[in-house]
């Protein structure tokens, strides 16, 4: 992901709900910055630095460090091929822009599941945060890996993610069952706009699950007591 939606401020004292494979096995950890090395030897490919970019990638870095309080390794990645970064950052703000038909509860339920599927760290990691500042509680997000026996869910989430799981991991053998079932919740367009996220989510986290891009400690939730 070239950017999230929401900003989610960063501290020290709290839990931390890692997706830590791509089974979706859920962990609670101390989060501390220094946990999330910026450039770990596990990407594949460096980072390029950000003063090295093409001045025009500066505010989306500038706009980063504002919500994040870092660059996104992911975003340095993407800045090899500014020009693509660039339709990758557009792209993102339409499907993700504030008059979707799609609640942004939604959207970002079915973007947590897909990064899941696709074992991308980072991607688990920060749309999780986003997820919980969107207001999902975060009962909802540790049952995410596990929809379908949960009563959390509600039936237009439910037919969602599981249009969302049927795309990311076999489009073709979409049948005529689950498409009815969609249009039950989702008008035409709406399909279309959901169907575009989940390809998005794709390409995002293919992206950086191919190219080792870790978690930055981007989710957090206040510790519990007792």
Known sequence: MVASA??????NDTDCIEFISKWNLVRRLPVDRSDFPTHPSIMRISPKPANACPWYLWPFFWNQRRK??????SALLWARAPKVFLGVAFLYGMIDRKNSPLNPGLRSLVTVRVSQLNGCRFCVDIN??????RGVPTSKVEALDAWQQSALFSDRERVALEYAEAVTLRSDAIDEHLTERLKRYFDDDAIIELTALIAFQNLSSKFNSALGVPAQGFCQVPRREG
Do not use: N
Not at 6 to 11: A, C, F, H, T, V
């Open 128 to 133: 999780s945060a986003t997820l919980l500042k």
């Open 6 to 11: 929401q900003e989610w401020e960063l501290g």
């Open 68 to 73: 994040y309080g870092a660059v996104l390794d």
